[in-house]
Structures are given as C-alpha cells and as structure tokens.
C-alpha cells in the first residue's frame, strides 16, 4: 500500500510543479503575452513571504528587445559597425511605447513587461508598486526596477545629450549663452 502512496506523491509533485511554457519558435504577439504573463507572475509567487500576496491590476507596456546594427563611415575613411538597442511593441495600455527605448535591462534581456500590483503583506496592509521585469529567452526573471515609461527615458537621454552639447561647446571656448537646442524640432526633455 505505501508504495502506491508513494507513487501518488510523485505523481502529484511532478503534475503540480511550477514549470513555465517553453516559448515557440516564432511566437505571436498572443503568445508573449501569456508566455511573458506566466513568466512573471511565477516569479512573483516565488518572492514571496509567508502570508504575503498580490493582486495584479494593470498590464502597462510589454517590449520585445531589437538589436539594430548601423554602418557608418569615420572621417579617416573606415566604416565602423555600431548596434543600438530598440524594441518593438507587444502590448502597450497606456500608449507610453518608443521604439528607440527598451525599457528592460541586462545583456541577455529579451522582453521587458511592466506590471502595476497590490502587494499585501501578513497583515492585510496593501502598497501599490508599478515594477519592469526583464526575461531573458528562457523565461528567467534577470533584472527588476521601477517602472519608468519610455518616453520619460527618452526625455532623460534628450536632456543628457544637450548637456554634453553645451559641456563640449564650453570646453571649446565657444559661448553657449545664446545656443539654443532642438532635438527633432522640440525642446530636450519635453515629454508629449
């Protein structure tokens, strides 16, 4: 008899453990979706502490990563091959998708997906978070951070370019007191 109970118990633990979907070969934007969904919420589950739970309220932005390799020539006449990171839209609710920013962070990063939730600790007391996940092509949780939307990323990076603008120009002794930036006909930094 305790070896029927025995195989049961096997049977039970390897039914009910906590495997994720192998994503397809060429998947649809459904099937990151779920794929990217089932990604997170298990690694959630996982972080969590006795008595604690979430409660997922808004799926924000999912970002597939996409490498883009640009050639150009230098002044001594070699090209030079550079590859800039972008990304492609899987899901955006609240309509803060650029392509020329991925949200997600890592060297192996493949998808980014940003998540608002209650937490709920053993006592009941709820914090909201809004929380970016990075999946590598496995499924693997690789980095955490805050949410920022992209195009708070890109308002950042616009900034930062026209201060290294204006850092250059008064380095090479040039008056940068009547310059002024554009950066594809507006303001750096200016969010719409």
Known sequence: MWKYTVLLFFFIVS?????????PFNPSEYELIDW???CV?????????EGERIKPL???LI?????VCLAYERLDGTEKVDTVFGSIKVF????????????????NSFLALSLAFLKYNAWGDSCYNERTYTLDKNGNVINESQYISPKEVLSRQELEF???IKIAMDAMGKDTS???????GKEPGVIE
């Open 15 to 23: 039914c009910a453990s906590d495997t994720t979907k192998p994503l």
């Open 36 to 38: 990217s969904n089932d």
């Open 41 to 49: 919420q298990k690694y959630l589950h996982q972080t969590l502490k």
């Open 58 to 60: 808004e799926l924000i």
């Open 63 to 67: 970002q597939k990563r996409m490498d």
């Open 92 to 107: 955006d609710h609240r309509n803060d998708f650029s392509e020329r920013v991925f949200i997600g962070k890592g060297v």
């Open 162 to 164: 026209a201060r290294a």
């Open 178 to 184: 009547k310059v002024h930036l554009t950066i594809e």
